[in-house]
């Protein structure tokens, strides 16, 4: 099967709500513009130096080194940050970002807004809730997230847009729904205290489900799938 073929097939079993997210790390750059001409329109990236790279490519192949080249200029494309982030790479990362997915410390989103102090952005972000059942998976506890969200201390330059979730790696679908279900009572809990709150005015995003679990994801209102798999195919480490 195709790129555009896997996309389609995947488009047409997502309700009409939830946002399709490519996750293209680990691929080629020419599995994103197949992706693209298929009508694929945000992508996500794990890793700083891939995103970068990726995105100074893309803009060189766009700038038309012909006046007839007609070639697209990529600029609808929408990225997203879904890896580890450490604050000495920010400014790879956040100009050229519409959302980091993977906010998992207090210090990288004090980070963050502080970026974005300085460079006058205000960044989309999603907290990443740790839901799985490994230990060595990143994200903050419920109560932490409460904190952050629902405590005094004020993130101007950041846009609390909700919340993401990477479910246990197993093949025991009820792990995989206790876990969703855990971060659906969570961004349920937020999304209720959020008219209290003038910093959750955006707070609207679910994203939870990948490859292997996303149909389930849905039932447990995912706003937004993260797909690399069935997509691209195996990653090329
Ligand atoms: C790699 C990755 C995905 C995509 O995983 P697939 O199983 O290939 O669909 C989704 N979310 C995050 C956070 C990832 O790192």
Known sequence: MTIAENIKNITMKLSPAVRLVAVSKFHPLECILEAYS?????????????????????????????????????????????????????????????????VDTAGLLEAIDAWGQK????????????????????????????????????????????????????????????????IKALYDEISAAAPGHPSLADFKELSIGMSEDYMIAMEYGATMVRIGTSIFGPRQY
């Not at 100074?56 to 580890?84: M, V």
């Not at 969200?149 to 790696?169: H, I, K, Q, S």
């Open 119 to 182: 460079n006058g952005k205000v960044t989309n972000v999603l907290l990443e809730c740790h839901i799985a059942m490994e230990e060595t998976k990143q994200g903050f506890s419920a109560d932490e997230i409460r904190e952050i969200l629902l405590g005094d201390r004020e993130y101007p330059n950041v846009r609390f847009c909700g919340l993401m979730g990477m479910a246990t790696f197993t093949d025991d679908e009820a792990v995989i729904r206790s876990d969703f279900s855990r």
């Open 38 to 102: 298929a009508g694929q329109r945000v992508f996500a990236e794990s890793r700083p130096q891939e995103l970068y790279a990726k995105v100074q490519s893309l803009g060189e192949i766009a700038r038309p080194s012909e006046a007839s080249s007609g070639a697209p200029s990529y600029s609808d494309i929408e990225w997203h940050f879904i890896g580890h982030l450490q604050t000495n790479k920010l400014k790879l990362v956040l100009p050229y970002v519409s959302m980091v997915q993977s």
